[in-house]
């Protein structure tokens, strides 16, 4: 696997929140001299992101209900339009992680439907971030499936706001759950290439993470 290629899987991210526009910034232009394939951001920056990004094939994307998931689902739908309003060519939403453990997978499915109803609305992709380090894994299972029977174009493990991030057995886990239909984003707690190759060959096929730079330079 060429360095061109390996970067194309990677969502560049800068979630922190303390970033500066300074910070920002400098994400944008590592993003773009890689060709990573996106850019993930607060909804706040997106409008910025996009004309950083300008020119490029590097997509912004916005998270949503993010880190905790426990917002409304009127207000998941309603930032999830702001946020493609204002640029976002992808958005991450976390699913209400209390609603989940508690077994409500009705909510869950429709909480999540929602938000991919007004994302393909407008055209674009949705990830959904389960969150697995407060789930079982068969609260893994079950749950990606869910995801992908309500619309999702990718589930994803993590916020990095958690416990513990991807691990090889989660995303194994949640391909096995979704086939090969749609897409399983990886994120949180990679650094390494290794940690990527082993990610990539799990069955992830997008990684999330904040050390672009680090990992393409070794």
Same mark, same amino acid.
């Given at each position: 696997?060429?360095?061109?290629?390996?970067?194309?899987?990677?969502?560049?991210?800068?979630?922190?929140?303390?970033?500066?526009?300074?910070?920002?910034?400098?994400?944008?232009?590592?993003?773009?001299?890689?060709?990573?394939?996106?850019?993930?951001?607060?909804?706040?920056?997106?409008?910025?992101?996009?004309?950083?990004?300008?020119?490029?094939?590097?997509?912004? !994307?916005?998270?949503?209900?993010?880190?905790?998931?426990?917002?409304?689902?009127?207000?998941?739908?309603?930032?999830?339009?702001?946020?493609?309003?204002?640029?976002?060519?992808?958005?991450?939403?976390?699913?209400?992680?209390?609603?989940?453990?508690?077994?409500?997978?009705?909510?869950?499915?429709?909480? !999540?439907?929602?938000?991919?109803?007004?994302?393909?609305?407008?055209?674009?992709?949705?990830?959904?971030? !389960?969150?697995? $380090?407060?789930?079982?894994?068969?609260?893994?299972?079950?749950?990606?499936?869910?995801?992908?029977?309500?619309?999702?174009?990718?589930?994803?493990?993590?916020?990095?706001?958690?416990?513990?991030?991807?691990?090889?057995?989660?995303?194994?886990?949640?391909?096995? $759950?979704?086939?090969?239909?749609?897409?399983?984003?990886?994120?949180?707690?990679?650094?390494?290439?290794?940690?990527?190759?082993?990610?990539?060959?799990?069955? $992830?096929?997008?990684?999330?993470?904040?050390?672009?730079?680090?990992?393409?330079?070794?």
């Amino acid at each position: 696997m060429t360095e061109k290629n390996f970067a194309q899987y990677f969502d560049h991210t800068i979630l922190s929140p303390n970033a500066t526009r300074a910070e920002v910034k400098k994400v944008c232009e590592e993003a773009v001299e890689y060709k990573t394939a996106t850019v993930c951001v607060n909804g706040h920056w997106i409008p910025f992101v996009k004309e950083q990004l300008e020119g490029s094939d590097v997509l912004p !994307i916005a998270v949503v209900g993010f880190p905790l998931g426990a917002g409304t689902t009127a207000a998941k739908v309603m930032e999830t339009e702001d946020a493609i309003n204002n640029g976002a060519e992808e958005i991450d939403m976390v699913i209400n992680i209390g609603e989940m453990l508690d077994g409500n997978l009705d909510f869950v499915k429709e909480d !999540i439907k929602a938000v991919a109803d007004a994302t393909h609305a407008k055209g674009k992709v949705l990830k959904v971030i !389960i969150e697995t $380090a407060f789930l079982t894994p068969e609260q893994i299972t079950t749950v990606s499936k869910l995801a992908k029977d309500a619309g999702t174009d990718f589930v994803k493990t993590s916020t990095g706001f958690a416990s513990s991030g991807a691990t090889i057995e989660d995303v194994k886990l949640m391909r096995e $759950a979704v086939g090969s239909e749609i897409g399983v984003k990886a994120s949180g707690g990679i650094r390494t290439k290794e940690d990527v190759e082993a990610m990539l060959a799990a069955g $992830a096929n997008r990684i999330g993470l904040s050390r672009t730079v680090e990992i393409m330079s070794n």
